[in-house]
């Protein structure tokens, strides 16, 4: 790895110098090969027990300290892959490209122009500086690391206990992003697509291309609740109003990156056929787009998003015909999209929401449109929500003559009234910081339900330093809250032996 090192000088150095080397590393979700090989050589260098299935999820087991192999073992566990997001001008490849660090003079870690992967690196980094370095005295502790958590907890799925050798039924998950917060449940969700198929014909009057550009996106679970304006379903309202006064059909529609990340972005070409209304129809996009600016519930941040229209060279490019428009705009119209529904019982908790995170223009081998793409997730806890979500997607797909497919389905992780683990940190952070930390049920996917439903019955706590705009290239992680919430996961483990 690299010796001119962004992250010198600053604490905890075992820390952050194996969070760098990740970060040099490409790993998006699905590409996780090379950062396993990279957790798998420091296993083998330092002559640790270590496990590597077939997806590349990577499970290292390190004795106990002399005197203490009767201490009930600890499980530490994260994820090696980060969501791949970049502004709009950056040229960098996710594929082959190391992430470029910086920090704040007050302390914050971001990467120039791209998600910097803190969630879920730190825990990654966290954990190889424990094994290579571990408190002492400490019961035996396993470390799993798993893959493709972003993109329906994959790795988590494939994870097999028994042949890993797993046998810790107390565990300390470190995919939290709020230090002072002790997570102790968590949503379950399921992805959805729903495909409609694309009739074209030839295309009639003027290519018009809009793209709305510059909302703030965000997390699709833990920022669901936090009014974050969606592209996608901004896009679907502007051209929903534009119908009746206008004679137009797509061409081709795209945005957003990822189902888990509100959308920030997206892009339409449509077949003006009425041409002598070209400049009135861009000034009545432009209208729609102002509108939608003066809502008083849109977060000030969302308020500086660009909209932009372009009339593009004449070209004879096939265009979708009425009634695959007619679909089209009714889904981005009827989908619903955010908070469905809150808690009853949990005051401020979000109970049921969706995410229309993409959609995407399919083409044939011939480059001809074919079919357009709509990607979604939806979160509960509650296996009756998830029940309702597909019903009511297939319905909508069924009616519109598309097909909606859904997948990657999770449990959720239900708050357990007695967890000796909760209150062990709760006691550690109060006698070291004085802090009594904030226990909360959050409605975001996280491993744990999948790795519950795995090994049996588990004493689990999720727990991190803080972070700032994860899943967006504003994504920010703060060096003294790693410090302070490491020191925490030493002592904790500390006073389990």
């Known amino acids: 790895m690299s010796e001119n090192r962004i992250l010198a000088g600053y604490e905890p150095a075992s820390v952050l110098n194996f969070f760098e080397d990740i970060c040099a590393i490409p790993h998006v979700s699905g590409d996780e090969k090379a950062i ?20 590349h999820n990577v499970f290292i087991k390190l004795p106990a300290s002399a005197g203490h192999e009767s201490a009930p073992a600890v499980m530490l566990q994260g994820h090696t892959d ?28 971001s990467a120039t122009d791209t998600t910097l992967g803190g969630d879920d690196g730190i825990a990654v980094a966290m954990m190889l500086a424990i094994l290579d370095s571990p408190p002492e005295p400490h019961p035996a502790i396993e470390c799993l690391f798993t ?13 097999d206990p028994k042949a890993a050798g797993a046998t810790a039924r107390t565990m300390i998950n470190l995919d939290s992003e709020a230090e ?4 102790a449940g968590c949503s379950g969700g399921m ?43 901004a896009m679907g309202r502007i051209l ?55 809502e008083p519930n849109m977060i000030p941040a969302d308020k500086t998003f660009t909209c932009t229209i372009e009339i593009l060279p004449d070209a004879p490019v096939p265009a979708m015909d009425d009634k695959t428009t007619y679909a089209i705009l009714s889904l981005l119209t009827l989908v619903r999209d955010g908070v469905l529904s809150m808690s009853a019982y949990v005051r401020g908790l979000v109970a049921h929401s969706r995410n229309l995170g993409i959609i995407q223009t399919l083409t ?85 339900g999948i790795l519950c439903d795995k090994l049996g019955e588990m004493d689990i706590i999720s727990v991190g330093p803080d972070m700032k705009d994860i899943h967006t290239p504003r994504e920010m992680l703060s060096i003294p809250s790693v410090e302070r919430t490491y020191r925490l996961v030493c002592e904790t483990i500390r006073r389990l032996a």
């Open 191 to 233: 992805r959805t697509d729903i495909t409609v198929p694309v009739t074209c014909e030839p295309a009639e009057g003027v290519a018009v291309k809009i793209t709305l550009d510059g909302f703030t996106g965000g997390h699709s679970g833990v920022e669901i609740h936090e009014g974050h304006t969606n592209a996608i379903k």
């Open 240 to 294: 929903s109003a534009l119908t009746e006064p206008y004679d137009f059909s797509l061409i081709s529609v795209s945005g957003g990156g990822k189902d888990n990340a509100i959308p920030r972005d997206c892009t339409v070409t449509l077949d003006l056929r009425d041409t002598a209304h070209t400049e009135d129809f861009a000034r009545a996009v432009t209208v729609e787009a102002e509108k939608l600016r003066s």
């Open 82 to 109: 980060m969501v791949g997001e970049k502004t709009a001008d950056s040229d960098h490849d996710f594929a082959t490209d190391g992430l470029k660090l910086r920090v704040s003079e007050d302390g914050w870690i």
């Open 147 to 159: 893959v493709s958590e972003e993109t329906g907890l994959e790795g988590a799925w494939a994870f």
């Open 36 to 55: 396993a090989d990279y957790i798998e050589n420091f296993a083998r260098e330092r002559g640790l027990s270590c496990y590597r299935d077939h997806v």
């Open 180 to 183: 002072g917060v002790l997570t």
């Open 364 to 448: 044939d081998g011939e480059g001809k449109s074919n079919a357009v793409k709509f990607s979604m997730s939806t979160r509960s806890a509650s296996g009756n929500h998830l029940d309702d979500s597909e019903r009511e997607l297939s319905a909508l797909a069924a009616v519109l003559g598309g097909e909606a497919t859904h997948r990657a389905r999770y449990p959720g992780w239900d708050y357990a009234p007695v967890s000796p683990l909760r209150d062990l940190w709760t006691k550690v952070s109060e006698e070291i910081y004085g802090v009594t930390p904030r226990i909360e049920v959050i409605h975001a996917g996280l491993e744990c």
